[in-house]
Each structure stands twice: as structure tokens, then as C-alpha cells.
């Protein structure tokens, strides 16, 4: 049995203690290094006009082919959450404009660390929110990093967020994301 009091994370390189400052990956467009993704349903999400609220935000259309989709980093690149731990959440806002042909598809939230070493995929209802995509509406959606740690997520090199529905039962989903971050809550 042990304790640890005032454990602080530094930067491996300039050695300066770290902030827990956060990232928002897409809010009107993608942040820099990240892109807005479909893993392999051959489709291109695109930047569209929404409302006065969200402004910009990232669309993404499923087809017959099966896919997931979301936000991915370049090669190489990640964010290291690690100092967000104990208080950070990954938090998006998302709207369905069309749900899927199958009405019985779940819609599942999907992030993992660089190369898939490390993953961890929940139903949107088992965000802080507890809620399932209503079509036509803005939800929000918040996970809490320490549950996304504690599942097995390796957050120190988190490169991949997805938001979809099940595998193979996604054909004909039309649905909007924006504010997508991880912050401290």
C-alpha cells in the first residue's frame, strides 16, 4: 500500500512541467495534423454549413460498404492526454440527419492510440449523457478520460476518434460532428 502526492507530468524535451491545456480537433474545420476520416467505405466526409450555433462542421455519409468514421491524425502524430487524466473528458456534439436503413443499428463511440495498439469502443449511451442519437437534433457526447484509461486506452498517444454506427448496419447514416476535444471538464 502506498501514496503519491503532487505527481506532475514534464515534457520530455524542453523539460517544462506540462499543462493541461487540452486539444479541440475539429471545431469549423479539422485542427492541424488531423483530419476528418472514413476508414473504408471509399466516401469523403466533407466540411458543410450547419446552423448559426455550430457554424462549420464535418458530415460524413455510409454507404453499402461497410466503414467507421471520425477524426484521425497524420502519420506519426498523436496527443498525449496524460496530464488530463484525472479530470479530462473526450466531448463531442453530434446530429443524425438520416439514421441508418437498419433502425436497430447501435451508434458507438470508437477511439484508439496510434496503430491500434491500444482501443476502446462504448455505445454513445454509455456517454456522460446517457443518450442514444435522436435524428435532426444536436447532442452532446462526453467520455471521461480515466474511464477510457481504465478500460485499457493507452492516452498518451490517442490518434483516432470515431463515432458511427455498428459495423456492416451503418448504410444510408447521414450525421454531423463538431467541438470535437479533449479537455478538462
Known amino acids: ?3 503519491m502526492d503532487n505527481v506532475k507530468f514534464f515534457h520530455p524535451d524542453s523539460g517544462e512541467e506540462m499543462v493541461a491545456s487540452g486539444i479541440t480537433l475539429f471545431a469549423d474545420t479539422s485542427a492541424e495534423q488531423w483530419r476528418i476520416w472514413d476508414c473504408c467505405g471509399g466516401s469523403m466526409p466533407t466540411e458543410e454549413v450547419d446552423d448559426a450555433d455550430h457554424g462549420t462542421v464535418a458530415e460524413f455519409r455510409i454507404g453499402a ?3 467507421v468514421m471520425g477524426i484521425i ?3 506519426g502524430h498523436a496527443y498525449d492526454a496524460s496530464a488530463l487524466l484525472l479530470d479530462g473528458v473526450v466531448r463531442f456534439e453530434m446530429k443524425v440527419s438520416a439514421m441508418p436503413n437498419n433502425a436497430d443499428a ?4 470508437k ?4 496503430g491500434a495498439s491500444t482501443a476502446v469502443e462504448l455505445g454513445l449511451a454509455d456517454s456522460l449523457e446517457g443518450a442514444t442519437p435522436v435524428q435532426g437534433e444536436w447532442q452532446t457526447y462526453t ?6 484509461f481504465d478500460a485499457g486506452l493507452d492516452i498518451s498517444a490517442i490518434n483516432v476518434i470515431m463515432m458511427f454506427p455498428a459495423w456492416g448496419q451503418g448504410e444510408g447514416a447521414v ?5 470535437v476535444e479533449i479537455a478538462a471538464q
Request: charge should be negative.
Open 1 to 3: 500500500v502506498y501514496r
Open 65 to 67: 460498404t461497410p466503414t
Open 73 to 75: 491524425a497524420d502519420d
Open 106 to 109: 447501435p451508434w458507438l463511440f
Open 111 to 114: 477511439i484508439e492510440s496510434i
Open 143 to 148: 467520455f471521461p478520460l480515466q474511464t477510457l
Open 175 to 179: 450525421y454531423r460532428v463538431d467541438n
